[in-house]
């Protein structure tokens, strides 16, 4: 642990009954940064807010809190505040008094508490709506309320229960924006929930990426993209073609029945894997000036791009977006550089998968991978 990290999972489980939610996870987070939890329903990355805001407590490990164990310490002493989904404001009093409501437990003086909450508002840009119910806000206007009444308490850390998900899209990608500018500005740990890869990407310093209790993943926004650790993780983050394939040597792939230069390394000769290549990084070409060749199934117009679909002659399907336009039951070549082909291990830890990354670097490692060792 360094002397940046605000909050440490050591082996963390959590027990519902007989029903594992999460299985002896460990990770960090580090202060200043906005961090996203990312996975499917069920996954366990509410389970992880809940326990860091201290609303429950670990069936097994220890939570870190500044270097100190928080298991036992209650959610109103934690130095934490939790914008929720449906953000639980309260319909009867106006914007000032559900900004002011925390400080008003705390019985701070009045004129300590209106000075707090004018500053609170000016951060969410909403300096003037004082007076206004809440009944007559809209759903971006009702979550900065949310927002400023998390923050006018000035937690160390601030936790993001997918606060986006009721507005609709245009409001979405407008508040997306907003709440990564309020990150930096305020200066202090976002902790965001959400099942949106693209809220993901756009908004995160870093990203966990969890499943079934596990994270599978862990990294910046482009390094989960563009070196995923396995299929789970690329068929979440984005869209890709993944194909069975086998590394022949070091920076040599075989798969579609041919093989290509790659910039991957550390496997066994002959070790079967599978192969990841995104959509965009594929180019349409003449059928004989491709790499592959495939018949064009569907298309569809995505307005930026077309969605094209197709099938190889090893019975891989392939998708393609491009701004050229293709025409179905025609056949056209893809081409695609070395560096567009990703190569995933079975199996392969984050741990695993991070070492092999290192060992690019160092020749002697990268031969002890290669061979297994």
């Known amino acids: 642990m360094t002397d940046k990290t605000i909050i440490r999972f050591e082996g963390v489980k959590q027990q519902y009954d007989r029903s594992t939610v999460l299985n002896r996870v460990s990770f960090e987070i580090e202060r200043g940064k906005f961090y996203t939890l990312l996975g499917p329903s069920g996954c366990g990355k ?40 449906d953000y639980a404001l309260f319909p009867h009093l106006n914007v000032f008094e559900n900004v002011a409501f925390g400080l008003r437990i705390k019985k701070l003086k009045n004129a300590v508490i209106a000075d707090k909450v ?38 160390e850390v601030l936790l993001l229960d997918e606060p986006l998900s009721a507005l609709d899209l245009k409001l979405r990608t407008e508040m997306q924006y907003e709440l990564r500018e309020l990150q930096r500005r305020l200066g202090i740990t976002f902790v965001f929930v959400t099942h949106d890869q693209e809220e993901a990407l756009a908004m995160s310093d870093e990203i966990f990426v969890l499943n079934e209790g596990d994270i599978q993943q862990s990294g910046t926004p482009t390094d989960i993209y563009d070196e995923p650790i396995n299929r789970f993780v690329a068929d979440f983050i984005g869209e890709s073609n993944i194909v069975p394939g086998r590394m022949i040597a070091d920076f040599r792939a075989e798969f579609a029945g041919k093989q290509f230069d790659c910039v991957d390394q550390g496997f066994s000769p002959n070790e079967p894997v599978e192969i990841m290549i995104r959509p965009e990084d594929l180019e349409i070409t003449e059928p004989e000036q491709g790499n592959l060749e495939i018949k064009v199934d569907s298309q569809l117009f995505r307005g930026v791009h077309y969605e094209i679909s ?6 891989n399907e392939w998708l393609v977006h491009s701004t050229k336009k293709a025409v179905v039951g025609s056949s056209i070549g893809l081409r695609f550089d070395p560096e567009a082909i990703h190569v995933m291990r079975f199996g392969e830890t984050e741990e695993e998968f991070d070492k092999r990354l290192e060992a690019y670097s160092d020749p002697a490692q990268a031969g002890a991978a290669g061979d297994g060792r």
């Open 118 to 155: 004018k500053e609170a508002l000016r951060f969410v840009n909403l300096e003037g709506y004082e007076d206004r119910e809440i009944t007559e806000m809209s759903g971006g206007q009702r979550q900065r309320v949310a927002i400023a009444r998390a923050i006018v308490n000035e937690p």
């Open 310 to 315: 197709g099938y190889d002659k090893a019975g």
């Open 46 to 85: 509410t389970t992880i807010l809940r326990l860091i805001a201290g609303f429950i407590q670990p069936t097994e490990g220890n939570i870190y809190f500044n270097g100190k164990v928080i298991n036992n310490v209650p959610a109103d002493k934690r130095q934490v505040n939790t914008v929720f989904q």
